[in-house]
Each structure stands twice: as C-alpha cells, then as structure tokens.
C-alpha cells in the first residue's frame, strides 16, 4: 500500500485516533486479502455471552488441505480484525492447522472487549477460554460455529482437532493468556488439549494486573510459550507485555525479537491504513516470513511435543537470523 503524501500524515493519523476512541472498527478500512489456492475460508458467528447476555462473535475459519493436524485460535488486537491476520491465518492452515479468527470489539462499556480499557474484560475472556475448552463437544458454541463454516466450506472431513494452540497478536496476547490461565483452573480436562501459547509482540493492558498473575500461573505451570517481539514502541506499550513474560516464565527459550520489528509485522499484507498509520510504517516482508516460519514451526513442536532443532538457538535456520542480525534472543530473566 502507497503511504500518504508527508502533508496529508498529520491529518489521516488525527482521523484515524478518533475513529479509534469512537469505536469504528477496522472493517471499514479493508485489509488485503492473501490468496491461496490450498486453503479455504469460511465465516461463522460463535453464539456465547457476556455480561449476562448472548452475544454473537464473528468468527473466520481456515481449513488446511487435508486433515488438521490442531486447532489455532488466532486472535487480534485492540483497533484491528480478523482481516488483519488473514495472512498469519493462511501460514497457519498452510501448515496444517484449523484456524479459527474471532474479531471482538475493542471498546466496551460492559466489558466485552479483547483489551481491558474502560471496563474489565476477564470476565469474558474467562468466557470466551471456556468455549474453546468445550470446542469438541457436541452442540457447543463452536463445534455448531465449525459446523456451519465447514458446510459453507464444503469441508465436511474437517473435525475438530484434539488439540490446540492459543495465539493472540498485541491485546489478543493478554487476552488468550487470560483466557488459557482461566481454563487451567475451571476445566482441568480440557485444559489438557492446550498444547501451548504462541504470543505476537503481546501488550499488557494499562489496567488491571489480570496479565502478569495469568502469565505467572501459567509460568509455574511450565506451559509452553513463546514469543516473537518486535521493538519497544508505544503501540506495544514499550513491551510491557514481554517484559512480564520474561518474569514468569521458567522456560529456558521464550523466543525472539525481531531486529527492524515493528508492532504490525505480524499483520503483514493484511494490515491496513490505521495500522500503518498506528506505526508510521509498514510491515516488513522479511520480517514476516520470519514470523510465519518461526510461529508454525514453534506451535507444531508445541502439538506433537517434539523440538525441531532448527527453529531454535544452535539450529541452523534459527543462528541464520542471528548471525544476519535479523532477531535476537529475549532473555530470560
């Protein structure tokens, strides 16, 4: 996408703040589709509640080319959309995964938002880890959500998988962390299917503290996590997410930081105006092949329990980007 002219910047950031704090989503600014051939896509709301009412959750579904191999649940972060993964969505499915992109509201006076801004969103995140807990069962919220998108899909050798990942980019990071911790202490048995988080430059929320003393519980717990950061920023809140995963956690590797990262690298080609606008920048393409190889090779070790040697330090594709200064190691603290 062509950026503004230098004297129309000032002017389409302003529009594009206020349309934030007012609450127009990113639907209405478009992001790029990604074709692929192997992969298809279908939508389907996942029918759940919040604040003591049903609530409709709008929900992309890509189905890999043969059998899936885990579920993914990918999920945005504040201001943005499902649209705005697609490319990360199709990596996945090209990987083998079922994934499936909810886009939630980002501000919510009851608090049924993917960030904790002007009310408290555990409560629905809680919720919301539920319905992934309850995925396999029949008639649940969303095995009827995959039921109709595979029917849509003409997928109908596409089951749900036993186990899954959660995946979240920027509040979506806080979000699935919550959400994981809070099935870990409602539904032990279903709990068990989480193979692991795969988190994308996540941010903490500038209330509550429902982010560190998940990542905590999770952390004691040895869950697997990683991480793929991008540079300290405003929009990742100077990594105050990361920052708080490098705390808690007791894994010897938590992942990487990208070198010339900016916080939409995950987005890719599936960002639009307001995310590049958000960064005075656009996404690098090196930095997401980087990203789609890492995150599928990292959640399918997660899936099967295995450590492919390459993906990390002292592997050959992995000291390849060290060596060209294209990420470094975050430390664990």
């Known amino acids: 996408m062509r950026r503004p002219k230098r004297f129309r910047v000032r002017w389409v950031a302003a529009l594009a703040v206020v349309a934030v704090l007012f609450g127009v989503t990113p639907a209405a600014v478009r992001a790029t589709p990604v074709t692929q051939q192997s992969v298809e896509v279908s939508s389907s709301p996942v029918a759940t509640e919040c604040a003591g009412k049903p609530v409709r959750v709008d929900a992309r579904w890509y189905f890999p080319a043969g059998r899936p191999t885990a579920l993914v649940w990918l999920q945005h972060g504040f201001s943005r959309s499902a649209a705005n993964l697609d490319a990360l969505a199709r990596a996945y499915a090209n990987s083998g995964f079922l994934v499936v992109s909810p886009t939630l509201d980002s501000v919510n006076l009851t608090g049924c938002a993917v960030a904790y801004n002007i009310a408290d969103n555990s409560a629905f995140a809680r919720t919301i880890g539920g319905v992934f807990g309850s995925g396999r069962d029949e008639g649940s919220p969303l095995a009827m959500s995959l039921g109709r998108a595979r029917e849509a899909a003409h997928r109908p050798d596409a089951t749900m998988p036993y186990r899954m990942v959660f995946a979240g980019h920027s509040a979506g990071g806080e979000f699935v962390v919550v959400a994981a911790d809070a099935l870990r202490h409602s539904d032990p048995i279903a709990y068990r299917r989480l193979a692991g988080l795969m988190l994308f430059d996540p941010v903490n929320s500038f209330l509550g503290a429902h982010f560190a003393s998940a990542a905590a519980s999770l952390g004691s717990d040895r869950l697997p996590i990683r991480v793929i950061a991008s540079q300290p920023s405003v929009s990742n809140t100077f990594e105050s997410g990361v920052s708080i995963l490098q705390r808690t956690t007791r894994q010897d590797f938590l992942g990487s930081r990208l070198v010339t990262g900016v916080h939409i690298d995950a987005e890719g080609e599936s960002t639009d105006l307001i995310g590049e606008l958000s960064e005075l920048a656009v996404p690098r393409p090196r930095n997401g092949r980087v990203i789609h190889t890492l995150a599928t090779g990292w959640s399918s070790d997660m899936v099967a329990d295995t450590m492919t ?25």
């Not at 040697?309 to 603290?333: C, E, F, K, Q, W």
Request: hydrophobic share 25%; aromatic share 16%.
């Open 309 to 333: 040697r390459t993906y990390y330090p002292g592997g050959r594709y992995y000291d390849l980007l060290l060596s060209t200064a294209t990420d470094t190691t975050l430390p664990v603290r």
